[in-house]
């Protein structure tokens, strides 16, 4: 791979991937069973983790074939690694400004092609540069893009209040604390009730941030979906695209 072309994404438009790649004849099996397909996973979630939230997404999907994987799953982990390769230098920086924790989230909507479920994404910016990401699959199937959205902005209210109380500790405290989200009605669904027909169905263990924002604990407000950072933990983004939401989370490499 230390010749290979590099490429502008964590995973192309075009991967796919879904169970039916798994291999199906003995001979595929057996040369797959020859990769080391699960340590290489293991290496991209250790970049992932530490430092990498643009290839959150690409892992998260790489990572569903553990147990059985096919040729283009191969195909996928090979193409993060020729990404990795051409943007070795890019890092996570931070301001010099005063210190605020904002959160960023998003969805998207029955992104899973074998069971059709959603995946939910956050960004916690601290000091403008991101200090916690997240890219999974929701646990259960989204009837709704507010659905979706909702369910998304739950999990990133859940760590929102976890670092708020973190920065506490640390000394640090601030007039307002907002999480962003560019859907509107997940954020009405969030403070009130009017959509009960359409939401009566979903858990009971998200409807905790109406108590959670009568209390003031955060705040939720809109974000244009162009400047909504977390878009690249959701789904395959195209190259610019993909840097805007990089500029966003201000990673940059030297030459930046």
Request: aromatic share 8%; charged share 25%.
């Amino acid at each position: 791979m230390s010749k290979a072309k590099v490429v502008s994404s964590p995973l192309a438009s075009h991967f796919k991937l879904s169970s039916r790649h798994n291999p199906s004849i003995d001979k595929e099996k057996e040369d797959m069973k020859r990769v080391s397909y699960a340590s290489t996973v293991g290496s991209l979630m250790y970049v992932m983790v530490c430092t990498r939230p643009d290839i959150a997404y690409a892992v998260g999907v790489v990572i569903r074939f553990l147990s059985n994987p096919g040729r283009l799953h191969l195909e996928a982990i090979k193409w993060i690694m020729r990404y990795l390769r051409g943007t070795s230098k890019l890092k996570l920086t931070f301001g010099s400004g005063k210190p605020v924790l904002v959160g960023y989230t998003d969805s998207y909507m029955a992104g899973d092609v074998d069971n059709r479920r959603s995946t939910s994404g956050y960004l916690m910016t601290f000091s403008g540069g991101v200090v916690s990401w997240q890219s999974r699959l929701q646990k259960c199937v989204a009837l709704s893009t507010t659905e979706a959205k909702y369910i998304a902005v739950a999990e990133a209210c859940k760590e929102l209040l976890w670092m708020k109380r973190f920065i506490h500790e640390l000394g640090f405290k601030q007039q307002r604390y907002v999480v962003y989200c560019n859907n509107q009605s997940a954020i009405h669904l969030s403070k009130n009730s009017t959509f009960h027909a359409k939401s009566k169905h979903i858990d009971v263990r998200y409807h905790w941030m109406r108590d959670a924002l009568n209390d003031n604990l955060f705040e939720l407000e809109k974000i244009h979906t162009d400047h909504n950072g977390s878009d690249m933990l959701t789904k395959s983004l195209p190259r610019e695209k993909l840097k805007v939401c990089c500029l966003i989370a201000r990673m940059a490499s030297p030459s930046t």
